[in-house]
């Protein structure tokens, strides 16, 4: 049985069922006064949290015209929040906020952030699953993403799908609620959201074939390489960790433009590299590099909007069109579908089954990351 497969034929209705609410939270959580007066956001995270956070902060910055970072937690605990200890920073500090992200709400390095962030006087809010876990109590102000996996028969824990996508929408939501608060129309905004379910459902239905029959042919391959720019670099990352989640593979998430300059001198000739790519802000660029990747003999594989391929040439993954900054909710579904038939073809367990010192206890077992030390 195909669990990972399971949990993403759920993504559109969960989309359509949590939308609504998760706009209505944020308005109630995100008051008009801090909407209006924050000057720059740091959204920070681990893993899919942290992807989450990429693939968003083009929407507050082009929904919402604040200037955000989506920086790792790690990063921004021990090195980022420490330039408003510097002289003439730390007035800035009341007019920029943090927003933790955590599904568990337990991940150390993202609680040990806010906690810093909030000791030099920035506002804090978090983006968890309840308003009982740690970093809901360490943020004091909480965002609830409440989507649960659908449990399976063989109590098999699954790549994360549904708390990533949970979390993408209330950054949406968050996103749009700053924006209304500082008087920009968004109903053509909240339309499309709003839309993103019927989206979802289309885009399984038009790439759930080609990405089987993608896994059947790259059966062969030992690593995969996924590219993205702007929000879409999110969702490379994001799918590069559903295969290692899946299958075990080692993938590598890279932005485009990063790409020409370093995986194009990589010896393995034919190295499955998708190019993720909304074919807006960042079509003329990852046309170029797609044109690079097949003169060195990559096998490349374009995930873009149906009938809006940068090229011509290479496999496609089509997803349904949408604008640029809903992208990751879509152009992700491809690539999980391909991740989900990989494993399932080579019969591998998910997570490497917790084996060889791994260990799911305790927040990631030896890993430590619910149980690391805090640095406040």
């Known amino acids: 049985m195909n ?16 939308t609504e609410a998760f706009l209505d939270e944020a308005a109630r959580t995100l008051d008009d006064d801090f909407c209006r007066t924050v000057e720059r956001l740091y959204v920070i995270g681990c893993g899919d949290s942290h992807f989450a956070a990429l693939a ?10 604040v200037p955000t970072e989506a920086q790792n937690a790690m990063t921004f605990s021990r090195y980022g929040v420490i330039h408003f200890d510097a002289p003439g920073f730390a007035q800035r500090a009341s007019a920029s906020a943090v927003i ?3 599904v568990s709400g ?8 806010v906690l810093r962030a909030k000791a030099r006087g ?12 740690p970093i809901a109590q360490a943020a004091g102000a909480v965002l609830t993403t409440r989507a649960p996996d659908i449990p399976n028969a063989a109590g098999i824990q699954v790549p994360g799908a549904r708390s990533y ?8 939501a968050c996103a749009l609620r700053i924006a209304e608060s500082r008087g920009h129309n968004t109903h053509v905004w909240r339309a499309h959201l709003s839309d993103m379910g019927k989206q979802a459902q289309r ?17 062969d391959a030992g690593e995969f390489v996924f590219c993205g720019s702007g929000p879409n670099f999110g969702t490379a990352q994001f799918c590069a960790a559903k295969v290692l989640e899946a299958s075990g593979d080692a993938a590598t998430g890279q932005d485009v433009e990063e790409w020409a300059h370093l995986q194009y001198f990589a010896r393995a000739v034919d190295t499955p590299t998708f190019l993720v790519t909304a074919n807006e802000r960042d079509a003329s660029r990852a046309a170029e590099v797609k044109t690079a990747m097949q003169a060195i003999g990559r096998r490349v594989i374009e995930v873009s909007p149906q ?4 090229s011509a040439g290479g496999a496609h993954l089509p997803y349904a069109p949408c604008p640029e900054v809903f992208a990751p909710l879509l152009a992700c579904i491809p690539a999980m579908l391909f991740a989900s038939y990989r494993a399932e073809l080579l019969g591998e367990p998910y997570f490497r089954a917790f084996g060889g010192g791994r260990n799911i206890e305790g927040g990631g077992g030896i890993s430590r990351i619910r149980t690391s030390a805090l640095v406040v």
């Open 56 to 65: 968003t902060e083009f929407a507050f910055e082009s929904i919402a015209g």
């Open 3 to 18: 669990y990972f497969q399971e949990q993403i034929l759920t993504l559109p209705q969960l989309i359509t069922d949590v």
């Open 165 to 172: 996508f949970a979390s993408l929408i209330m950054l949406y």
């Open 100 to 102: 933790g992200v955590s």
């Open 122 to 133: 920035l506002r804090a809010f978090a983006v968890t699953n309840s308003e009982q876990t």
């Open 203 to 219: 885009t399984i239905e038009m790439s759930d074939t080609p990405a089987h029959t993608l896994a059947e042919r790259t059966l």
């Open 106 to 113: 337990g991940v150390t390095r993202t609680i040990e952030g």
């Open 307 to 310: 009938d809006a391929a940068i």
